[in-house]
């Protein structure tokens, strides 16, 4: 009697990101450029749109020194970039903003924007996209994670990069990613497959935690929680 053949193991397929929630959150990050005192260099780095009265996510190191809390320029200059609803071309300063709070410990600033680039008043609609945001908690090791930001490399657009939940160092308030982190990604987005914004990349321009290959560290957004709901509840009060 011939064996019985075993039963052939299906690989499961993943679900991709759906393309409109992949371009909401693309055209939902931004870019900050801060201008550093007495150095003829910018700090630059990413943010996610929390609000449509521009409220930003970001890292603190992107604006300022996480351990002295002192601002890179004592003007509070903040420059947000936003890019073209095409997303092929590189993202153009049209706003001003300025740091609303800060969290050292955790790395995460909260900015909102006040004036257009040339310093004017905000118009009543600022055109802006809004990310939406997940629950950190429910990330799993496996779990699909992508980086959204402006690291630089090959150009100023937007860049995404597409990588898993790699494990977690729940003690230091860290999700661990094999997606690809660089310079400029810091303050920008780590999103789930459903692109919703659930941790902020923020390991590549961190000079005390570094880890070697490709393992970067992204901090989870609900660790943020007391920024966003500061974010919003400014927006609702109008002020």
């Given amino acids: 009697m011939p064996p019985t053949p075993s039963p052939t193991l299906e690989e499961p397929t993943p679900t991709p990101l759906p393309s409109e929630a992949l371009n909401r959150a693309l055209l939902a990050t931004v870019q900050i450029i801060v201008p550093v ?8 780095g990413s943010g996610s749109v929390l609000t449509e009265e521009g409220h930003i996510l970001t890292n603190f190191h992107v604006v300022g020194n996480p351990d002295t809390g002192q601002l890179y320029n004592r003007r509070g200059l903040i420059y947000v970039a936003v890019s073209p609803s095409n997303l092929r071309d590189p993202p153009q300063v049209e706003y001003v903003a300025e740091l ?5 410990v955790m790395d ?11 310093g004017r008043g905000l118009p009543a609609n600022l055109n802006l996209t809004t990310m939406p945001v997940g629950d950190s908690d429910t990330v799993e090791i496996g779990d699909e994670l992508s980086i959204i930001g402006f690291p630089g490399l090959g150009g100023a657009t937007v860049t995404f990069t597409k990588g ?3 494990g977690f160092l729940t003690d230091e ?3 661990k990613t094999d997606a690809e982190i660089n310079p400029g990604n810091s303050g920008g987005a780590a999103i789930n497959r459903d692109g919703q914004l659930v941790g902020i990349p923020s390991a590549a321009a961190t000079e005390t935690v570094r880890l070697p ?8 957004v609900n660790l943020a929680q007391p920024l966003i709901e500061l974010a919003l509840t400014d927006a609702r009060e109008g002020r």
């Fill in 213 to 220: 290959g490709k393992i970067g560290l992204v901090r989870p």
């Fill in 173 to 175: 308030g860290w999700i």
């Fill in 37 to 44: 005192d007495r150095e003829s260099r910018s700090s630059a």
């Fill in 108 to 118: 995460l600033a909260l900015i909102k924007i006040i004036a257009t680039q040339d």
């Fill in 164 to 166: 898993s939940v790699a």
């Fill in 100 to 104: 609303m709070q800060g969290d050292q």
